[in-house]
């Protein structure tokens, strides 16, 4: 018969001099990306430091990402999550796999957004939802002199059309669809990615895959306007407040924009009759067993462009 009880946790064992040395230090670990959970982060430091403003509030997460978190100014240190000492905090928080489980516990009707999926597994309710990026005007004046070099036109729109997530993607058909679209509105178009776009390029869109962090982030300071699926752009650029067209699939885009101004571009269940999402779990797509899901490829060029004049309010 296997023991079913479960094991005792150890506790941590402090001296009083410990505890009182350690009492005012908070440490949030993350030990994965993305970039955009990483700047969704962003939104619940503030409201630990309203706690107390005394509170040293550290934040943990691959280095790769230190670039995206390092100029908060309610972050106290950003470490190594590899080579972080949790033993030097009285208490510590990993959010890593907080919102998969509660996304996947709820769907399809998760409504929590992330932050606040983040801010619940501390104890914590958020009462503002500020990203506070601020960002060195080297790189928004770096970027404008690379656009000023590029553009076609005096109008300039980002385009963001590859996530970290395949399933995500614009085909290709969508974004020569929607390039020529813009072009024909006498709109420069520039495309951002960390890796070379073929077919962008061979329609005369420059592809800015060549930036660190920080200079990717100077690229959408200077649009005019951001077109974007769920990336690390839609968080990036909802939390700086650019005209913004977001494209969703399987997540739902009203709960990841909740607090940014933008468009949606979904086939969402609230405004398609019968549809059946966004359901959180593409795999086990009720639709179809192939990819690109139908949550994807039923989006036409003419419904991401009617976004895209809403956005640009023509």
């Given amino acids: 018969m296997p023991n079913l009880r479960t094991p005792k946790k150890k506790t941590k064992h402090f001296s009083i001099r410990d505890f009182y040395d350690k009492r005012d230090r908070i440490l949030i670990i993350r030990k994965t990306g993305g970039l955009g959970d990483i700047l969704m982060h962003r939104m619940i430091f503030e409201d630990i430091k309203l706690l107390n403003p005394n509170l040293q509030v550290d934040f943990a997460c ?5 670039e995206a978190v390092r100029d908060h100014p309610f972050v106290d240190k950003v470490l190594d999550w590899q080579k972080v000492n949790k033993d030097e905090y009285v208490v510590y928080y990993d959010t890593t796999n907080a919102c998969g489980r509660h996304e996947i516990a709820m769907a399809p009707y998760s409504k ?3 932050a606040d999926i983040w801010a619940g597994h501390c104890g914590l309710k958020l009462t503002r939802h500020n990203m506070h990026i601020h960002l060195e005007s080297s790189y928004v004046e770096s970027a404008q002199k690379r656009l000023n070099d590029e553009r076609t036109a005096s109008t300039a729109i980002a385009l963001c059309p590859i996530s970290a997530m395949i399933v995500k993607n614009l085909t290709t058909e969508q974004q020569l669809g929607v390039v020529s679209e813009l072009h024909e509105m ?9 890796k070379p776009l073929p077919e962008l390029s061979k329609a ?3 592809v800015w895959n060549d930036l660190s962090i920080r ?4 690229a959408i300071d200077v649009a005019d306007y951001v077109i974007t699926v769920d990336s690390a752009s839609f968080h990036y650029a909802g939390g700086v407040g650019k005209p913004l067209a977001g494209i969703f699939t399987f997540a739902d885009g009203k709960t990841y924009g909740r607090y940014f101004k933008f ?4 086939i969402h269940r609230d405004t398609h009759e019968g549809w059946c999402g966004p359901c959180y779990y593409w795999p086990s797509c009720s639709k179809s067993k192939k990819s690109p899901k139908p949550c994807l490829t039923e989006i036409t060029v003419d419904d991401i462009m009617k976004g895209v004049r809403r956005m640009m309010g023509v």
């Fill in 186 to 194: 006498n709109c420069h178009v520039y495309a951002l990615h960390d």
């Fill in 112 to 114: 929590k957004h992330r």
């Fill in 204 to 206: 005369g869109v420059p």
């Fill in 62 to 66: 691959p280095t790769k990402y230190h």
């Fill in 215 to 218: 200079q990717w982030m100077g």
């Fill in 263 to 266: 468009e949606l571009i979904q």
